[in-house]
């Protein structure tokens, strides 16, 4: 498998692909935009991480100017329904720094912005790619410094009821609103009736 290539940068298409001669072969890249747009001039040394993918009718190299990236990639890929294009299109409009933020925050509007991502695959990306990355620290909201932190099975619990209200045809506020009111609790079930009756009495 292919970690890495250093050579010529021979060519850059349109839509971010690289050709990069390493001992007189010329290798085809698929990368991000930013990615590309860091390889340099053509005919300059270029060096750049590989995701290497072999499958049954192509092997296709995928290229990323730092190691987080490519990493953060490969996570991507690892997600149920992910493949390599929308993981490439994640990364082209989100760094992997924001990409986590978003997920640590559980902000899915912001995994919205990629094209193709609607609310059910962003809430689905947000339950598995918290297992998958490595999150930082999200501060706490005023008044709740030292609250203990929520259980990941309360995360889980949470993000079944943001899919069940998106069913429902709620807007992504009245979501946001209400679930940061909803108690602590596991049980997916009696924090949606909980999160109805809010809304209910919201609307009256």
Same mark, same amino acid.
């Given at each position: 498998?292919?970690?890495? &290539?250093?050579?010529?940068?021979?060519?850059?298409?349109?839509?971010?692909?690289?050709?990069?001669?390493?001992?007189?072969?010329?290798?085809?890249?698929?990368?991000?935009?930013?990615?590309?747009?860091?390889?340099? +001039?053509?005919?300059?040394?270029?060096?750049?991480?590989?995701?290497?993918?072999?499958? *049954?009718?192509?092997?296709? /190299?995928?290229?990323?100017?730092? /190691?987080? *990236?490519?990493?953060?990639?490969?996570?991507?890929?690892?997600?149920?329904?992910?493949?390599?294009? %929308?993981? /490439?299109?994640? /990364?082209?409009?989100? !760094?992997?720094?924001? +990409?986590?933020?978003?997920?640590?925050?559980?902000?899915?509007?912001?995994?919205?912005?990629?094209?193709?991502?609607?609310? #059910?695959?962003?809430?689905?990306? &947000?339950?598995?790619? #918290?297992?998958?990355?490595?999150?930082?620290?999200?501060?706490?909201?005023?008044?709740?410094?030292?609250?203990?932190?929520?259980?990941?099975? !309360?995360?889980?619990?949470?993000?079944?009821?943001?899919?069940? +209200?998106?069913?429902?045809?709620?807007?992504?506020?009245?979501?946001?609103?209400? %679930?940061?009111?909803?108690?602590?609790?596991?049980?997916?079930? %009696?924090?949606?009736?909980?999160? &109805?009756?809010?809304?209910?009495?919201?609307?009256?």
């Amino acid at each position: 498998m292919i970690g890495s &290539l250093r050579g010529e940068l021979l060519a850059r298409t349109p839509d971010a692909e690289l050709v990069v001669e390493v001992s007189g072969v010329g290798y085809r890249v698929q990368a991000t935009p930013r990615t590309a747009a860091a390889a340099g +001039l053509l005919g300059s040394e270029v060096f750049v991480h590989i995701s290497h993918i072999v499958r *049954e009718d192509a092997q296709t /190299l995928y290229g990323f100017s730092t /190691l987080d *990236e490519r990493r953060t990639f490969e996570a991507l890929i690892g997600s149920r329904g992910v493949g390599p294009s %929308l993981a /490439l299109s994640i /990364l082209a409009v989100h !760094h992997p720094d924001a +990409l986590r933020r978003a997920v640590a925050e559980d902000d899915v509007d912001m995994l919205c912005l990629v094209p193709g991502v609607g609310p #059910k695959t962003a809430v689905r990306m &947000l339950v598995e790619l #918290k297992s998958r990355l490595d999150l930082p620290e999200v501060e706490a909201p005023p008044g709740t410094e030292g609250l203990a932190a929520v259980p990941a099975a !309360h995360d889980d619990a949470r993000n079944d009821v943001r899919a069940a +209200l998106d069913e429902l045809g709620y807007g992504t506020e009245e979501i946001r609103g209400v %679930l940061a009111e909803l108690p602590a609790g596991d049980d997916a079930g %009696l924090l949606l009736r909980e999160a &109805l009756r809010r809304l209910a009495g919201a609307a009256a």
